[in-house]
Antibody, heavy 118, light 110 residues
């Protein structure tokens, strides 16, 4: 069974940093691009970033470019999101997601809550 | 601000049908496969439709997807109370090189 488990969320002050982790199991992790998606309270879904199978290519949405960094460790079957210079508007539930063999994000983690507040 | 536009809400009685539209552009829906996601508040999104019209295993055939030009549509027939949720379309945008989601539609079963 495919499983994604996020961790690392919590309360952080504006300007602070946080590193999210997503542990994957049940599939050959190194064969898939991986994504991070977030959802602010009461808002829609916002895709943040993805990373290629070997980490050699990454894409970011403008709202996090230069502040967030996606990375992966295929030996640990994990993908990470390093978040720096956090803002109040970064408060959200953060999900990692796995694509299928074609289009779409087929599997999602349960999410981890990040709250940016003083 | 999302590049994919959906109606904020749709509603119908149990057993009826609803359709949800997703309007995009030539750089996203016009060129790439569309997916649809269902999200019950407080839970993670679930993939309902991928490759415009394919259903993952376990998704009932009451859910269907279609695409024409720069728009896509999700249909739900035989509406059930358990279908009350938020629905989002999603697609890769070739110009922005990011994945984009629709604005979301809340389905209410009357």
């Amino acid at each position: 069974e495919v499983q994604l488990v996020e961790s690392g969320g919590g309360l952080v002050q504006p300007g602070g940093s946080l590193r999210l982790s997503c542990a994957a199991s049940g599939f050959t992790f190194s064969n898939y691009w991986m994504s991070w998606v977030r959802q602010a309270p009461g808002k829609g879904l916002e895709w943040l970033a993805n990373i290629k199978t070997d980490g050699s290519a990454k894409n970011y949405v403008d709202s996090v470019k230069g502040r967030f960094t996606i990375s992966r460790d295929n030996a640990k079957n994990s993908v990470y999101l390093q978040m720096n210079s956090l803002r109040v508007e970064d408060t959200a539930v953060y999900f990692c997601a796995k694509p299928g063999d074609s289009s779409g994000l087929h599997c999602w983690g349960q999410g981890t809550l990040v709250t940016v507040s003083s | 601000q999302s590049v994919l536009t959906q109606p904020p809400s749709v509603s119908a009685a149990p057993g009826q049908k609803v359709t949800i539209s997703c309007s995009g552009s030539s750089s996203n829906i016009g060129k790439k496969y569309v997916s649809w996601y269902q999200q019950v508040p407080g839970t993670a999104p679930k993939l309902l439709i991928y490759d415009n019209d394919k259903r993952p295993s376990g998704i009932p055939d009451r859910f269907s997807g279609s695409k024409s030009g720069t728009s896509a549509t999700l249909g739900i027939t035989g509406l059930q109370t358990g279908d009350e949720a938020d629905y989002f379309c999603g697609v890769w945008d070739n110009s922005l090189s990011i994945y984009v989601f629709g604005t979301g539609t809340k389905v209410t079963v009357l």
